[in-house]
């Protein structure tokens, strides 16, 4: 008698650690369940660790000379962004994008109190702000952590009485018209399914999505932030774009305190540019390449906020908008930042 071929998984079973499964073998090799519980926590773990090398290594490096300041600014972004590719793609929930920014956010703190403020340039009220600043963000970040608004499985009880309510009104519409029996029932059926996820097995009310890395429906759901490791949705919406606006505040702030400190005869935007004499010393060479480091940083969440604010003030999510470009219902105005998908939408 012929061994049963091994089934795959279906798409709620929890994540095989055998990866793609060949359905010629007869057996499987390990125990998935047991093993991922073990395995899972040990990946996140480990993907903390590299920020902390990666920052302070590369940034010291950069500030020996002008020209391994350029190449190790132009190929850090590059490497970032390339395993945020490689991530994104394989659904992965990885914490490597939360350590980069908390530990970057660190790191210039700590430069800026051991090599700025004794210098005597700054302040007690301008250290005082920009450590309030630092720490509002980082509250509106937990606050943001808190969750994204689930949605719960009281809804499915609901759902399925509003589907088979449903199924019975077509029921009784096309009792009363034969001929349009087979149309209108499969209509009716359509429409039902489409509340259902497939994956959670729960109703999604309107605007809600599922997040594949979070594994979870999400109340209208905007995006899944790689930078929170969580995704973004009706409960923490408000504290997402609070927490992009108070770092964006706080970073041009100390941008400026350290601009002003390393060079005090050049006017800000032309400090950035050039400023003669900041190899000369190590440190203020050092500042010099952390404050480019800023700028990168802070123009990326610049264009992220601007993206926000537009959706917003569009009455539609980010999730919405590449639903309606990938369907080909949406139109893209001014470079792309707008997304016009022509939907009139509930109240945010």
């Not at 601007?306 to 893209?332: D, F, G």
Request: with cysteine.
């Amino acid at each position: 008698m012929k061994r049963e071929r091994f089934k795959p998984p279906e798409p709620d079973d929890p994540l095989c650690c055998c990866g793609d499964i060949d359905q010629q073998r007869e057996y499987c090799c390990c125990d998935c369940e047991e093993l991922d519980d073990e395995v899972l926590p040990l990946r996140l773990e480990i993907s903390v660790l590299p920020p902390m090398v990666l920052i302070p290594g590369l940034l010291r490096v950069a500030a020996i000379n002008c020209v391994l300041g350029v190449v190790v600014l132009t190929v850090l972004p590059g490497l970032v962004l390339w395993y945020y590719y490689v991530t994104h793609r394989r659904k992965r929930r990885t914490l490597f994008f939360l350590s980069l920014a908390l530990f970057s956010l660190a790191y210039m703190y700590y430069l800026f109190l051991t090599e700025i403020v004794p210098r005597g340039d700054v302040s007690n009220l301008q250290l005082v702000t920009a450590t309030t600043g630092m720490m509002l963000t980082l509250i509106f970040l937990v606050r943001t952590k808190q969750g994204p608004g689930f949605v719960k499985s009281q809804s499915l009880a609901q759902g399925v009485n509003s589907i088979s309510t449903t199924n019975q009104r077509t029921t009784n519409i096309t009792g009363a018209s034969a001929p349009c029996n087979g149309i209108s029932q499969s209509n009716g059926e359509k429409e039902g399914k489409k509340k259902l996820c497939p994956v959670c097995r729960l109703v999604r009310p309107p605007r809600a999505g599922h997040c594949r890395i979070c594994g979870a429906c999400v109340l209208r759901m905007d995006h899944h932030c790689v930078w929170i490791n969580s995704c973004v949705g009706q409960a923490n919406h408000r504290q997402f774009i609070l927490t992009l606006l108070l770092f964006l505040l706080t970073s041009f702030y100390g941008i400026s305190l350290v601009l002003k400190s390393i060079c005090p005869r050049q006017s800000l935007f032309t400090a950035i540019l050039y400023c003669p004499g900041v190899y000369n010393q190590y440190s203020t060479a050092l500042c010099f390449t952390c404050v480019w480091y800023s700028v990168i940083i802070t123009g990326g969440l610049l264009h992220l906020f601007i993206l926000q604010i537009i959706n917003v003030s569009y009455n539609v999510t980010e999730r919405e908008a590449q639903i309606a470009l990938r369907n080909k219902t949406a139109r893209r105005r001014f470079c792309g930042l707008v997304v016009e998908t022509g939907m009139i939408l509930g109240g945010i």
